[in-house]
């Protein structure tokens, strides 16, 4: 792990105690699902995010728009 501190090792008289092997396994699975969701938001919103594409772009509806026109 990060730092490589032993159990042995105080920080200005804290000794924190050593996480379990539960907690270890599952901070790595919500960062892991953490980083798969924003990479899947990332696919499908990236170039909105980014500024390449407006919002508006490539949106079709379902031919009910606002105006009462449906689709042009």
Request: aromatic fraction near 16%; glycine fraction near 20%.
């Amino acid at each position: 792990m990060a730092g490589g501190h032993g159990p042995g090792t105080s920080y200005a008289g804290f000794h924190p105690h050593p996480p379990s092997r539960f907690h270890v396994y599952l901070a790595k699975a919500l960062g892991a699902s953490m980083w798969f969701f924003i990479f899947y938001r990332a696919r499908q919103d990236g170039a909105r995010v980014l500024g390449w594409r407006h919002a508006w772009e490539g949106h079709h509806g379902d031919g009910h728009d606002e105006h009462g026109g449906g689709h042009h």
